[in-house]
């Protein structure tokens, strides 16, 4: 099986911009969640899909926000940014919803100049 | 509110030793217990989890124990090798059908097996 893909890879962009990453999970994986990691904060929760529908979400601003479509892809948006928001946007997936095993994918690198 | 606790921040060991890294949780309903391996420029992968029911598992070199009680966990590397270098991230996550998948990470140990 293919594993979790994230494009685009790498992204640099100049604050106030917005940008959409995306996210493909594992074949048959129905639950995606979305990570922020950083050297200073580590990695922190985003949000989590299931079927559509977003289950749960991190201490995060409005500015960042996603969703999940039928195919069980997910996207992830985040609107005017900000320097701090450079970090690396990790998205994981799982065959279901709560826990069980997360596979992340190779991440999209944000670079807020 | 939720945390883990994660010590040490870097460890250095001889190849062949043991490693020990040791996590602490907050919330008592915590269930699901997973730790992930970063290589430099690398995804997190995924090398052993374990559930609140059981009090260790092991898996070939590496090994993961449960405190309840204690609310703490602990990763056990054996053998160690310079592939063995690596950041190691422990989360916890309160699971089950109905729950949400949300994992909460330690702040990661930077382990280095010098050859």
């Known amino acids: 099986k293919a594993g979790v893909t994230q494009t685009p890879r790498y992204l640099i962009k100049t604050r106030g911009q917005q940008v959409t990453l995306s996210c493909s999970p594992i074949?048959?994986?129905?639950?995606v969640s979305w990570y922020q990691q950083t050297p200073g904060q580590g990695l922190q929760f985003l949000f989590e899909?299931?079927?559509?529908?977003?289950?749960n979400k991190g201490n995060f601003p409005g500015r960042f926000s996603g969703r999940q479509f039928s195919n069980s892809r997910s996207e992830m948006n985040v609107s005017t940014l900000e320097l701090g928001d450079s970090a690396l946007y990790l998205c994981?997936?799982?065959?279901?919803?709560?826990?069980?095993?997360?596979?992340f994918g190779p991440g999209t690198r944000l670079t807020v100049l | 509110g939720e945390n883990v606790e994660q010590h040490p921040s870097t460890l250095s060991v001889q190849e062949g030793d043991s490693a020990v890294i040791k996590c602490t949780y907050s919330?008592?309903?915590?269930?699901?217990f997973p730790w992930y391996k970063q290589e430099l420029g690398k995804r997190p992968q995924l090398i052993i989890d374990?559930?609140?029911?059981?009090g260790e598992k092991k898996d070939q070199r590496i090994a993961v124990t449960l405190n309840k009680t204690a609310k703490h966990f602990s990763l056990h590397i054996t053998e160690t090798q310079p592939e063995d270098s690596a950041v190691y991230f422990c989360?916890?996550?309160?699971?089950?059908?109905?729950?949400?998948?949300?994992?909460?990470f330690g702040q990661g140990t930077t382990l280095q097996v010098k050859p």
């Open positions: 994981a997936s799982s065959p279901v919803q709560g826990a069980s095993e997360q596979f």
């Open positions: 074949s048959g994986h129905r639950s």
């Open positions: 899909y299931f079927s559509e529908t977003q289950r």
């Open positions: 919330d008592s309903a915590s269930n699901y």
């Open positions: 374990i559930r609140s029911n059981v």
């Open positions: 989360a916890a996550s309160i699971g089950g059908s109905g729950n949400t998948g949300k994992l909460i």
